[in-house]
């Protein structure tokens, strides 16, 4: 059973670019969390979604930034227009349900780094 | 809103020295918490969780006790090896408030020397 799956692994844009990241969740798993790890930060959540369906984007910045997670292929995190201080790691998680104490599984993360 | 505070680091250690990296919350009704551990340029792996108080969470001689009175989940590992240099995150989720994503505290750096 093949982990989460995140690409690309780096990606490297300049201001004003768009960077789209990929996220394909474990087999079963229908549940995508997105979050962002800052430098020498913890990890802060972004967007939470379910297929087709976005369930709290309580955490993504109100612009430039959106997600989906169609009913066919990866769940995708896009930034629009990025600036510096976009550069930051991104991680996925999936998990099977939403459970109490059900636990996430996480992708190696992409690392954006806008120039 | 719920939160987890967690020791800072860098913690340096001889190997085969006592671990602990304390770890606290402030969460409404009953989180679940969580240990996860980061490895240089990797990402997060489950290390251990607890779902309710009093349980203890263990793995790979890491271990720790979900303590509602003192709202804690302190890491302890009675003997650190080189290996077990890393990041370590503390992290809680809570259905009744977050609604299930994780909330993170900034982690703790460990370095084992041999």
């Known amino acids: 059973n093949a982990g989460v799956m995140q690409n690309p692994r780096h990606l490297v844009r300049r201001r004003g670019q768009e960077a789209r990241l990929r996220c394909s969740p474990m087999?079963?798993?229908?549940?995508v969390y997105w979050y962002r790890q800052l430098p020498e930060e913890g990890l802060k959540f972004m967007v939470y979604l379910q297929k087709e369906n976005i369930i709290d984007e309580s955490g993504m910045p109100k612009e430039r930034f959106s997600a989906e997670f169609p009913k066919e292929g990866p769940s995708i995190l896009r930034i629009q227009q990025v600036v510096r201080g976009d550069s930051a790691a991104y991680f996925c998680?999936?998990?099977?349900?939403?459970?109490?104490?059900?636990?996430?599984?996480f992708g190696p993360g992409t690392r954006l780094l806008v120039l | 809103g719920d939160s987890v505070t967690q020791m800072e680091g860098p913690v340096t250690l001889s190997e085969e020295a006592f671990l602990t990296i304390n770890c606290t919350y402030t969460a409404t009704g009953y989180p679940s918490l969580f240990w996860y551990v980061q490895y240089p340029g990797e990402g997060l792996q489950l290390l251990l969780k607890a779902t309710k108080a009093d349980d203890k969470g263990s793995n790979k001689g890491f271990e720790a006790t979900y303590r509602k009175e003192t709202t804690s989940f302190h890491l302890e590992k009675g003997s650190v090896q080189v290996s077990d240099s890393a990041v370590y995150f503390c992290a809680l989720s809570n259905y009744g408030g977050s609604q299930g994503n994780l909330i993170f505290g900034k982690g703790t750096k460990l370095s084992v020397k041999p």
């Open positions: 998680a999936s998990s099977p349900e939403q459970l109490t104490g059900e636990t996430q599984y």
């Open positions: 087999k079963g798993h229908s549940h």
